[in-house]
């Protein structure tokens, strides 16, 4: 047989054999794989290359070589997720850098790590103070995570006390110009509505590059054309506006009423859409 057919041969059965090794090696990015993970990438690729090339003199040798280094990562995740002793001698441990505001000296000479490299991973965290710094640890695959202090994270509707409505997944409706079913079928509308949305923004269907509707029901779209400014419906502000302006008018007929019984209707129905105003308030304003 010739050369080349024995390449182009071997070639696409690795192909084939390499799309189902991926498919069960566990799914990291290069930035999050450990050195174990790197060198077992780049052994298997190596090998791959090897076969495809029809350079090792015996293939047979080959594909056992490659089959102990595609089944052994796959055996060694299995046991590491039945043993942490077996995931940290893999792996390896976290390690602690800041701990309580103070900088673990030695830990940073345990990984090789210099004043300068330190200060750069803690910048590339937005921890340019490190007075602000509770503490940082480094993970197994190099990444630092850091937790500021609690007077320096930012502030959460939690810390002032107040309710905000939860979020769902927001739905494309319309890609390239076309319109998107299975989004509109999710988010609870239809064709009709979307229509409608386009004439009140004043945009064609043809020249929508994206469109997305949110848990609340607003639409935002993008233009092929960048130029076009497209004015952004505020469904939620308006309404949350509208029952303020009806609460208000209610506290004013109140204060102009002669009439103590008309007085006293205004009154209490301002009171109630008080009330209604503030349970609303996280839904319409977030």
């Given at each position: 047989?010739?050369t080349w ?9 690795l192909f084939?054999?390499t799309?189902?090794i ?10 999050r794989s450990?050195?174990?993970d790197?060198?077992?990438?780049a052994?298997?690729?190596i090998i791959?290359?090897l076969?495809?090339l029809?350079i090792?003199d ?11 280094w595609?089944m052994?990562?796959l ?5 590491s ?7 940290n001698?893999?792996?390896g441990k ?5 701990k ?9 000479s345990?990984?090789r790590?210099t004043?300068?490299?330190?200060l750069?991973?803690m910048?590339s965290?937005?921890a340019?103070?490190?007075?602000d710094v509770?503490?940082?640890?480094m ?5 630092i995570n850091v937790n500021?202090?609690?007077d320096?994270n930012?502030?959460t509707?939690h810390?002032?006390g ?8 927001p739905?494309t409706v319309?890609?390239?110009?076309n319109?998107?079913n299975?989004g509109l079928t999710?988010?609870?509308l ?5 229509t409608?949305q386009l004439?009140?923004?004043g945009?064609s269907l043809?020249?929508v590059?994206?469109g997305q509707?949110d848990s ?8 092929f054309?960048d130029l076009i400014?497209v004015?952004?419906t505020q469904?939620k502000e308006?309404?949350?506006?509208s ?6 008018d209610?506290?004013s007929?109140?204060l102009d009423s002669d009439n ?10 301002a009171?109630k859409?008080?009330k209604?105003?503030k ?8």
């Amino acid at each position: 047989m010739n050369t080349w057919l024995i390449i182009l041969f071997n070639s696409i059965i690795l192909f084939f054999f390499t799309l189902v090794i991926t498919k069960y090696m566990k799914r990291k990015t290069l930035s999050r794989s450990t050195p174990f993970d790197f060198i077992s990438y780049a052994v298997i690729a190596i090998i791959i290359t090897l076969i495809s090339l029809n350079i090792l003199d015996n293939v047979y040798f080959g594909l056992i070589t490659l089959a102990v280094w595609a089944m052994m990562p796959l055996i060694l995740d299995y046991a590491s997720m039945r043993s942490k002793w077996v995931y940290n001698l893999i792996n390896g441990k976290e390690r602690v850098l800041v701990k309580n505001g103070k900088i673990m000296e030695d830990n940073l000479s345990k990984e090789r790590i210099t004043g300068q490299e330190f200060l750069q991973q803690m910048r590339s965290k937005k921890a340019f103070n490190l007075a602000d710094v509770e503490f940082a640890v480094m993970e197994t695959t190099g990444d630092i995570n850091v937790n500021l202090k609690a007077d320096k994270n930012p502030v959460t509707a939690h810390d002032l006390g107040k309710q905000v409505g939860s979020k769902t997944e927001p739905q494309t409706v319309i890609l390239d110009g076309n319109i998107l079913n299975e989004g509109l079928t999710n988010a609870g509308l239809n064709q009709g509505w979307l229509t409608t949305q386009l004439e009140i923004k004043g945009v064609s269907l043809e020249n929508v590059f994206l469109g997305q509707v949110d848990s609340s029901g607003d639409l935002y779209i993008d233009l092929f054309d960048d130029l076009i400014q497209v004015p952004k419906t505020q469904v939620k502000e308006m309404l949350y506006a509208s029952i303020e302006k009806i609460q208000s008018d209610l506290m004013s007929f109140s204060l102009d009423s002669d009439n103590d019984a008309a007085k006293t209707m205004y009154s209490q129905n301002a009171e109630k859409l008080e009330k209604i105003i503030k349970k609303l308030e996280p839904y319409l304003l977030r």
